[in-house]
Nanobody
Framework: QVQLVESGGGLVQAGGSLRLSCASSGLPFGTANMGWFRQAPGKEREFVAALSWNDKYTYYADSVKGRFTISRGFARNTVYLHMDNLKPEDTAVYYC??????????????????????WGQGTQVTVSS
């Protein structure tokens, strides 16, 4: 059984940084693309960042490019989202996701929620102005 557990959310002032973690179990390294999505109140879930199953490719939404970094931990079962220069509009619940379909080859594919099979419960990030 695959489980994804996010942590690291919290309250931070604008311009600050946070690092979100996504610990996976039941998902051997190299078998899934990993993604981060977020959902703000009253808005649809949106793509934030993705890491290909082989760690070769990363993708970012334009709104976070240059500020957020997705990476995999040394233990290989943890994926991080390091967020710098946070803005109030980054306030949302952040979700980690894993997708077993390794046929994705472009941004549109990695950014599509339907391409992901497993989701975490989410962690709240609140950025105050």
């Amino acid at each position: 059984q695959v489980q994804l557990v996010e942590s690291g959310g919290g309250l931070v002032q604008a311009g600050g940084s946070l690092r979100l973690s996504c610990a996976s179990s039941g998902l051997p390294f190299g078998t899934a693309n990993m993604g981060w999505f977020r959902q703000a109140p009253g808005k649809e879930r949106e793509f934030v960042a993705a890491l290909s199953w082989n760690d070769k490719y990363t993708y970012y939404a334009d709104s976070v490019k240059g500020r957020f970094t997705i990476s995999r931990g040394f233990a290989r079962n943890t994926v991080y989202l390091h967020m710098d220069n946070l803005k109030p509009e980054d306030t949302a619940v952040y979700y980690c996701a894993a997708g077993r379909n390794r046929d994705c080859s472009d941004y549109a594919c990695y950014a599509a929620p339907l391409r992901y099979d497993y989701w975490g419960q989410g962690t709240q990030v609140t950025v105050s102005s």
